[in-house]
């Protein structure tokens, strides 16, 4: 009656490395929350921080072996990659511009790996990293986790299904403002990787926020953009960094739209939504609200579409857990790409094809894209100019 799971057919955990996530980061808690959430994982060694003492209490907490804590990722991929229990996946979850470098090492091995966003810091590197991962047999995932959301994939779906008509209008922004993110601390020392120019780079907005808005509207739409008009500004008093990025855009099949990256709109918490406008209607959805989905029709009364109502479409189902009117929120759409990520791995890992688990989750593809925009818009910002995105054929 009830035919083995995925799980139960490879008889045990999926076993992960941790590169960053430590008592020292930010997004580490959100990631040991959500890749617990189905029991299809344990982490089994980790490099957790680039500080000793973190790496090795961040992994003790998780009850890691001695033998399994690194202190350097380097040392990690070593021993694991020779160990008969060695990990299946390395998370990567340190500032971008190390992400590259570690993604390729490790898929170099065989490793899978899923990774942070933004994919990287450069184009260069991003270009680099999508050569690297069409090369490995190991998998690959982007952790852009609003696309976990049951409600935005549904948008994807009635998009698709052509309920809102061609689409022509696209407006997405994750403008934050919390007082984290506001202002420049008094002391220099004390900025976040986040605002210095040599670790994050001039543009630093675009990845940082600016990569989730792009990411939302590409995945939503199912339309890359293509060209970009861009205006970006320092707002923060002894920043040296842009903190807000508004981009005019161009999308395939003739849409254009807006996305608007901030830093300095004061006063908003996490700032992100999407709203599409096709020929017959729209679509709205913001990420403090997600269990429901806008629609509005000209000439009718708005339509709240509302998580685990309904008819929902195979994608939303599929990422809802819990009954309508308990919230799911950030944690289970984060745990929903661990779930798609590490039912790939075991798929792969049983001789399966993987692509069913993989189709919705961001690929290298969707973050080289965002990071190809991020280049183009810094060089029309430069000209004053409309700039292309230099795709590859
Ligand atoms: N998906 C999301 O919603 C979301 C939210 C926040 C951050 N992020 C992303 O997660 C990544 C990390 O962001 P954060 O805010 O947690 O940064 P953070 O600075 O708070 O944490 C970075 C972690 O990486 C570790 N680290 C740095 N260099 C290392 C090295 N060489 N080896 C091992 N560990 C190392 C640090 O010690 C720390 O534990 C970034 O790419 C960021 O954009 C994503």
């Known amino acids: 009656m009830f035919p083995p799971s995925l799980l139960q057919r490879f008889g045990r955990r999926v076993r992960l490395g941790l590169v960053g996530g430590g008592l020292d980061s930010v997004i580490g808690q959100t990631h040991l929350l959500a890749l617990r959430a189905d029991g299809l994982a344990d982490v089994t060694a980790g490099a957790m921080s680039v500080d000793p003492e973190t790496a090795s209490a961040s992994a003790a907490r998780l009850l890691v072996p001695q033998d399994r804590t690194y202190l350097d990722w380097r040392d990690m991929l070593d021993r694991e990659r020779n160990r008969p229990d060695g990990v299946d996946v390395v998370v990567v979850m340190t500032p971008p511009h190390l992400h590259a470098e570690i993604a390729e090492a490790f898929l170099s091995a065989g490793i899978h790996v899923l990774c942070e966003k933004p994919l990287c810091a450069t184009a260069a590197d991003a270009r680099r990293l999508a050569d690297a991962v069409a090369a490995s047999t190991a998998l690959f995932g982007l952790t852009h986790c609003y696309t976990g959301y049951p409600m935005v994939r549904e948008a994807r779906t009635l998009v698709?299904?052509?309920?809102?008509?061609?689409v022509r209008l696209v407006e997405g922004q994750l403008a934050a403002g919390d007082p984290g993110v506001l202002r420049e601390p008094d002391a220099p020392e004390d900025r976040h990787w986040r605002f210095r120019q040599a670790i994050a780079g001039k543009g630093a907005v675009l990845g940082e926020v600016g990569s989730h808005a792009h990411n939302l509207a590409e995945f939503v739409t199912g339309r890359r953009v293509t060209e970009v008009y861009a205006h970006l500004s320092t707002v923060a008093e002894r920043r040296e960094v842009?903190?807000?990025?508004?981009?005019?855009?161009?999308?395939?099949?003739?849409?254009?739209?807006?996305?608007?990256?901030?830093f300095v709109a004061a006063g908003n918490e996490h700032g992100l939504e999407l709203r599409v406008f096709g020929d017959d209607g729209s679509l709205h959805w913001r990420q403090e609200d997600?269990?429901?989905?806008?629609?509005?029709?000209?000439?009718?009364?708005?339509?709240?579409?509302?998580?685990?109502t309904g008819e929902p479409g195979a994608a939303a189902r599929a990422a809802t857990r819990l009954r309508a009117g308990h919230p799911e929120g950030y944690v289970m759409a984060f745990a929903t790409l661990y779930r798609d990520f590490l039912s790939a791995v075991i798929a792969a890992g049983l001789g399966e094809d993987p692509a069913e688990h993989l189709s919705l989750l961001p690929s290298v593809e969707d973050g080289l894209s965002t990071l190809l925009l991020a280049e183009a818009a810094l060089a029309s910002h430069n000209a004053g100019a409309v700039r292309p995105l230099a795709r590859r054929g």
Do not use: K, Q
Not at 242 to 262: H, I, K, P, Q
Not at 290 to 303: C, F, I, K, N, V
């Open 160 to 166: 698709r299904t052509g309920l809102i008509g061609r």
């Open 242 to 262: 842009y903190d807000n990025a508004y981009l005019t855009v161009g999308f395939e099949e003739g849409a254009v739209g807006r996305l608007w990256s901030s």
């Open 290 to 308: 997600p269990e429901y989905l806008w629609l509005r029709r000209p000439g009718a009364s708005a339509t709240r579409l509302s998580r685990g």
